[in-house]
């Protein structure tokens, strides 16, 4: 979280085999395992906890509640979403640089979106 706060990196959740709502409340095994880690590492225990409640505030990918859990589909999404994102950094680089259209042809047939 802190490289999207910072630098403006994307951040995209996937919440595999967990509820957003447990992870958000770290609740259940979360609450166990933050339980552990406090007697290990108990300074940085506050910026994990905080970093999970942002995460879960940003749009994801919940596997279970997805294309019926099917997995596969699940990668298709997020593969999407990325593909989506970051489009407009692919077509201005593009543009910047000579011959590299025929690259950008090698890439197209695995884009999602033809």
Request: charged share 25%.
């Amino acid at each position: 979280m802190e490289c999207r706060n910072l630098a403006g990196q994307t951040v995209i959740p996937v919440f595999y085999h967990v509820e957003p709502s447990v992870v958000r409340h770290q609740i259940g095994s979360f609450a166990d395992a933050f339980a552990k880690q406090e007697v290990r590492s108990k300074e940085k225990v506050p910026g994990w906890r905080k970093a999970l409640i942002e995460a879960t505030n940003i749009s994801g990918v919940d596997v279970s509640n997805t294309a019926n859990g099917r997995e596969s589909k699940c990668i298709e999404i997020l593969v999407d979403k990325i593909v989506q994102e970051k489009s407009h950094m692919v077509s201005s680089v593009v543009e910047q640089f000579v011959g590299a259209d025929s690259l950008v042809e090698n890439i197209q047939p695995f884009s999602l979106h033809e």
